[in-house]
């Protein structure tokens, strides 16, 4: 049974941090891509960042550059999510989620690609 799940969430004032991690089970990761997603209320979910399990090359939202790091640790089967600088736009509940993609390296943006998710986590940054 595939499982993923998120945690770390929380309130934070604007400037501050906060990382998130998710917990992966029941796949073969290296035959995955794992992304961390968002979604404000009454907004689509997006693409914040991604990672290629089996080599780790990322791939950043522009509005995730330069403040938001994604990495993994394979051991533990275990991904992160460092967000730095934070903005009230960054609100939102955030997923990760899991996208088979056999030998590619591919980090896909499009939420539907995505095979697995979690069942998020609430990211509320204060004024």
């Known amino acids: 049974q595939v499982q993923l799940v998120e945690s770390g969430g929380g309130l934070v004032q604007a400037g501050g941090s906060l990382g998130l991690s998710c917990a992966a089970s029941?796949?073969?990761?290296?035959?995955?891509?794992m992304g961390w997603f968002r979604q404000a209320p009454g907004k689509e979910r997006e693409f914040v960042a991604g990672i290629s399990w089996s080599i780790g090359s990322t791939s950043y939202a522009d509005s995730a550059k330069g403040r938001f790091t994604i990495s993994r640790v394979n051991a533990f089967n275990m991904m992160y999510l460092q967000m730095n600088s934070l903005k009230p736009e960054d609100t939102a509940v955030y997923y990760c989620?899991?996208?088979?993609?056999?030998?590619?390296?591919?980090?896909?943006?499009?939420?539907?690609?995505?095979?697995?998710w979690g069942q998020g986590t609430q990211v509320t940054v204060s004024s």
């Open positions: 989620a899991a996208n088979f993609v056999g030998f590619s390296n591919t980090v896909a943006w499009n939420p539907d690609e995505y095979d697995y």
């Open positions: 029941g796949l073969t990761l290296s035959r995955y891509a």
